[in-house]
């Protein structure tokens, strides 16, 4: 690949901060801040649009100098320049080398090393003694329905037939000192594992959730990896060295050796022992995923480093606020997409991008069109792949002439080069779905009575209709040229600019 990659094992959550304290990108905040909803407003104020800072608070209030955990990090990959970084390029790469650069990356591998120990290991608590409030976990948005300690984990759930782990980012709230409600989706890679355990006959399943590590952690685990290749693989092709990991002491799995917290547990799947949780403000930037009982998490032990630091996320994108999955979302999504349309056989591909407002949830393709029907087999491919299971909703399809990084654009594009009575919009009804989006109806998104959510899916078909006929006026193109003036004539007019006063401000 055609890359200035240079790819950086940070080491650990430590190492990371480093390097963003050294590229500017890194605020700590010394002044006690509350965990209860301060906090949370403050990361989602300084966020910005892809503009903020990384956020250490080193100040919290109940968590003074004899508390098990003192520091909270939010923030890392809340713009492109750190994703850039995490990535091992330039912090100015322009998001389309991002996605680029994530096409090869998830579907790298490098596995990881098994070790017999690490700084994880240096605190184990179990038992009566484990109490999940002595970590600062922030009450993020006051109408939670409580203090959400899972929101950037990886959580290590595995195969019970092939032993392959996954690793996921799936939210979890705290219901009481040792018991973590989650949000699982039979769709995903952890839902898939719930029901091959429940179909042996298990009412719980071993899980695992390492809490701040290097930030490549939760952009993969947070990424639709293909089924079957642990997230763990692909985190070593991101960092271009092995992740060290060591087993856990309660469950039969493996976790970062140098992770900040790793909590360990047992999840109830069994509906009866479900505990309620939520809501949550969601990915969506609404209060979405009511509460209802869910599959919880039993701790039966914590692990944590000296003095370890909780990493944590705010979630919600909104226009002018970006959070950390939708900027994460914007550069993995398009890239798993364009590597899913790959698979599928779809040719003229050139570019793909997801706005990060949206997180994906809508997706821009750009395509040389060589034959009719091509933008239909572009949003075939996405919604029959499980990567499309909580995106793509609204797929637009653009020729290469439009830049799929300029909003104007995509909406000029899609003013003049969509018909809706020329096949140009496609809706595909009731597919699987993102369960968080309030487009739905409430009912419809029971993800314990479906499984999973309910979208109607549209194709908005913005590339120059192939169906026309060559039209001669035209110089037998399709569509009538531009009035972009020809190439002499604007050079004749620029060598005109200064002589006619137009370089000098009005
Ligand atoms: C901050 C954040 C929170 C997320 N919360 C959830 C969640 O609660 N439930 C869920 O199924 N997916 C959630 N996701 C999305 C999954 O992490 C994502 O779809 C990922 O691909 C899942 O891993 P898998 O492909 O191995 O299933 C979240 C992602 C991020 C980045």
């Known amino acids: 690949m055609n890359t200035d990659r240079k790819p ?11 390097a963003l304290d050294a590229a500017g990108e890194l605020q700590r905040v010394e002044g006690e801040v509350d965990w209860n909803v301060e906090l949370g407003t403050i990361a989602r104020l300084a966020q910005g649009a892809g503009t903020g800072p990384a956020l250490l608070f080193n100040n919290i209030r109940d968590y003074g100098a004899n508390a098990r955990c003192r520091q909270v990090f939010t923030g890392g990959l809340s713009n492109a320049r750190r994703v850039a970084m995490m990535m091992g390029l330039s912090p100015d790469a322009h998001p389309r080398e991002l996605v680029k650069v994530g096409r090869h990356l998830l ?67 705290i219901a009481d000192k040792n018991t973590i409600p989650i949000l699982m989706w039979r769709a995903q890679h952890i839902g898939h594992h719930v029901t091959a355990w429940q179909q042996k ?32 693989d692909v985190i070593g092709a991101v960092r271009g060295a092995p992740v060290e990991l060591v087993k856990g002491e309660t469950v039969d799995l493996y976790v970062p050796a140098s992770a900040e917290i790793v909590i360990e547990g047992y999840l109830g799947i069994d509906p009866d022992s479900y505990v309620m949780e939520g809501p949550f403000a969601e990915i969506t930037g609404y209060y979405a995923g009511d509460r209802s009982p869910k599959p919880a998490i039993r701790v039966t032990c914590i692990t ?26 914007s550069i993995m999504r398009a890239a798993t997409a364009w590597n899913v349309l790959d698979r599928a056989g779809v040719p003229g591909v050139t570019d793909v991008w997801c706005p990060p407002v949206q997180a994906g949830v809508n997706i821009v393709v750009q395509i040389k069109q060589s034959y009719r029907g091509q933008a239909k ?13 909580v995106r793509y909703k609204l797929v637009t399809v653009v020729d290469d002439d439009i830049d799929i990084h300029d909003y104007a654009a995509v909406d000029w594009a899609i003013a003049y080069r969509v018909n809706a009575g020329e096949e140009d919009i496609v809706i595909m009804p009731g597919t699987f ?43 037998g193109a399709r569509f009538p040229p531009l009035v972009t003036p020809a190439p002499d004539d604007i050079a004749a007019a620029k060598k005109r600019w200064s002589e006619l006063g137009l370089d000098k401000k009005k």
């Open 8 to 18: 950086v094992a940070f080491g650990d959550l430590r190492g990371w901060l480093k």
């Open 107 to 173: 579907n790298g591998s490098v596995p990881p090393k098994i070790v017999p120990t690490g700084p994880v290991k240096e605190n184990i608590v179990k038992g009566d003694d484990i109490d999940l409030t002595e970590f600062p976990v922030p009450q993020w948005n006051r109408s939670d329905g409580g203090r959400y300690i899972l929101t950037y984990g990886g959580v290590v759930t595995k195969d019970p037939d092939t032993d392959v782990m996954n690793v996921g980012v799936y939210r979890g709230m």
């Open 201 to 232: 006959g298990h009412k719980e399943m071993p899980i695992a959730v390492a809490i701040g590590w290097e930030d490549s952690l939760s952009f993969v685990a947070g990424s639709p990896v293909p089924k079957g290749l642990c997230e763990y």
């Open 304 to 329: 944590h480093r000296k003095d370890p630091i909780f990493r944590g996320t705010i979630e919600g994108s909104m226009p002018g606020s970006f959070s950390e999955n939708g900027t994460c979302s």
């Open 377 to 389: 087999q572009v949003a075939n491919a996405l919604w029959g792949s499980s990567a499309g299971h």
């Open 433 to 475: 779905g993102l369960g968080l989006d309030p487009s739905t109806r409430k009912r419809d998104r029971n993800t314990s009575l479906y499984g999973t959510g309910k979208w109607n899916r549209v194709l908005i078909d913005a590339t120059m209709n192939l169906d026309y006929d060559p039209d001669p006026d035209f110089g």
